[in-house]
């Protein structure tokens, strides 16, 4: 606390996007001295030079709302998987997890914050609200949604949190799409390839990986057998 910039103490049992929306409202001069924010949940890992790229494609292509594509770990929505022939591909839907959006975006889309406790369903909300903008998933930069065995802290706890005070987060999704007549479908509209030399050889990688991970579990399950050669004399004329 004694090193922060500026600090906020909530004491009320709120969530992310909740507690996002009165930070934002608190701090909102200082907010709107920065061009863009990236909102990252707590369970995704990146590094700073990862948000630091993150920005810096964001930027370099004019983005309005963009986020990294998904490396491993738990991949909810299969259009945010990387894809590694890819600069960025443009969407029509950008998932809570990771957002990155430019300020203007972000007081548009703030009302929505508190659309309902959970903030699930409101990424479909934003597709519906952002049509004509540009959305991508950033290929070039792959982050981690942190497998629940390795994150310090049980992420159930939050669903059992939401439980318990009669929070259904899949009702609340159901909800949000209905209520804004959302038909959830996803969507790509064109993509930024990286070139082709560099895609060649992406392509002959994972082509040798996927060979050796093939002959290891060969191996492994006894499918390769000795194969006796039979040499052959030559008897001379």
């Known amino acids: 606390r004694e090193e922060a910039d500026y600090y906020l103490h ?15 409202d608190a701090f ?30 964001f930027h370099g292509y004019g983005l309005d709302i963009a986020q990294p594509s998904i490396t491993r770990g738990k991949i909810i929505h299969s259009i945010h998987k990387q894809n590694l022939y890819c600069i960025l ?3 029509n839907f950008i998932e809570i997890l990771c957002p990155v959006l430019k300020r ?6 703030l009302p929505t914050f508190v659309l309902n406790r959970s903030a699930y369903g409101l990424d479909w909300v934003w597709a ?29 706890d939050y669903y059992k949190l939401l439980s318990s005070i009669g929070i259904d987060p899949n009702a609340e999704t ?36 996927l060979l050796s991970q093939w002959i290891h579990l060969a191996k492994k399950r006894g499918l390769f057998y000795a194969i006796k050669r ?7 004329k």
């Open 10 to 24: 909530i004491t009320e049992t709120l969530f992310k996007f909740e507690k996002l929306k009165i930070a934002i």
């Open 28 to 57: 909102r001069d200082v907010v709107k001295t920065y061009e863009a924010v990236c909102l990252p949940d707590n369970d995704i890992l990146g590094s700073a030079r990862d948000f630091n790229r993150l920005f810096r494609f």
């Open 89 to 91: 591909r443009y969407i």
């Open 104 to 109: 203007e975006l972000l007081f548009e889309l």
């Open 128 to 156: 519906k609200m952002l049509k004509g903008k540009k959305i991508a998933v950033i290929d070039a930069v792959g982050m981690a949604h942190i497998p629940q065995r390795e994150r310090v802290s049980d992420k159930k």
């Open 174 to 209: 159901g909800k949000a799409i209905a209520d804004h007549r959302i038909a959830p479908v996803y969507l790509e509209y064109s993509r930024k390839e990286k070139p082709l030399g560099i895609r060649l050889c992406l392509f002959f990688v994972v082509a040798f990986q």
């Open 230 to 236: 039979t040499q052959l004399k030559v008897t001379p």
